[in-house]
């Protein structure tokens, strides 16, 4: 296989980028079965649940600004953590959009 006629490739490159997917594919997959039965990926979720609180303690409110920068996470990531914390009555939203704020719920 190549893609000009002048250049052609080794015809073992092909079984080596595959012995280098399995390897890739193979750490992976390890790296999640780790997690899994060590529970690290539970214990990171727990710790940004407690970090959100003791934040709003400190400061009275937070914005996902705040969260994302505290905790070092993408904007997303940050949305999808307060509004789990929402719904588990951890935190309130008050507001909405860039003028959304969250204060403690009832829950905590």
Do not use: C, W
Not at 15 to 36: H, T
Not at 39 to 48: Q, V
Not at 85 to 103: F, I, P, R, S
Request: overall charge positive; cysteine-free; aromatic content about 6%.
């Amino acid at each position: 296989m190549s893609f000009k006629p002048e250049f052609t490739m080794p015809n073992d490159l092909s079984k080596i980028a595959l012995q280098v997917l399995g390897i890739f594919f193979g750490s992976k997959a390890s790296k999640k079965i780790y997690e899994m039965k060590t529970g690290k990926s539970a214990e990171i979720a727990l710790t940004r649940e407690q970090t959100v609180p003791e934040m709003i303690k400190e400061r009275g409110k937070v914005q996902r600004k705040d969260v994302m920068a505290a905790l070092k996470v993408s904007d997303s990531t940050a949305g999808r953590l307060l509004a789990e914390m929402e719904k588990k009555g951890l935190v309130k939203q008050v507001g909405e959009h860039k003028d959304a704020y969250y204060v403690a719920g009832k829950e905590a």
